[in-house]
């Protein structure tokens, strides 16, 4: 008898079942685990739209009056004359504080051309300057309304032109 020649085994394939079993196992358990969370850490009471909305009141429109006509001070440094140019607007979302801001405009003017004439033009050559002066600003218009019985709910006073001269 002869014995035939005995061939090499062919390497035999690991089969890659386990492996996309595990793969749909993890999905599955991050995928209710992710649900679980999401259903124990949201609102109960009320879908998430509705949550959210209910959450935030809606912000009334601003509205803004512009203290016309443009503002031009001397400014007080003492080693030069030095100027500013500014176009201001006061912002309010009230409207009742709107008509008080028109209503006392002549005063409301007179605050601001004594604060920006007590600046100098290194203050207000930084952005922190100019924004510390609309802040100081504001303080004034708020100041006044509320010397004035008025509604003070002004938000912000804004320079929608500067110029220092």
């Known amino acids: 008898m002869s014995a035939a020649p005995a061939q090499p085994s062919a390497p035999k394939k690991k089969s890659k079942l386990p492996l996309i079993i595990g793969a749909v196992v993890l999905l599955a358990g991050g995928a209710g685990?992710?649900?679980?969370?999401t259903q124990h850490n949201a609102p109960a009471h009320a879908p998430e739209g509705e949550a959210?909305?209910?959450a935030t009141p809606a912000k009334a429109a601003a509205t803004?009056?512009?203290l016309d006509p443009s503002f031009v001070v001397n400014l007080a440094d003492a080693d030069a004359t030095r100027f500013l140019q500014?176009?201001?607007?006061v912002m309010t979302r009230d409207a009742k504080t709107h008509a008080a801001?028109?209503?006392q405009a002549p005063a409301i003017r007179n605050r601001l051309l004594l604060l920006f004439g007590q600046q100098t033009a290194a203050q207000l050559g930084q952005r922190s300057g100019k924004e510390r002066l609309q802040?100081?600003?504001l303080a004034?218009?708020?100041?006044l309304l509320?010397?004035?019985?008025?509604?003070?709910?002004?938000e912000a006073v804004i320079f929608t032109s500067l110029v220092v001269q």
């Open 86 to 89: 500014a176009d201001v607007q």
């Open 52 to 54: 959210a909305a209910a």
């Open 135 to 137: 802040e100081q600003g």
């Open 140 to 143: 004034e218009v708020r100041k």
């Open 64 to 66: 803004y009056f512009a």
């Open 146 to 154: 509320r010397e004035e019985g008025q509604p003070d709910k002004a």
């Open 33 to 37: 685990g992710g649900w679980w969370w």
């Open 101 to 103: 801001i028109e209503a």
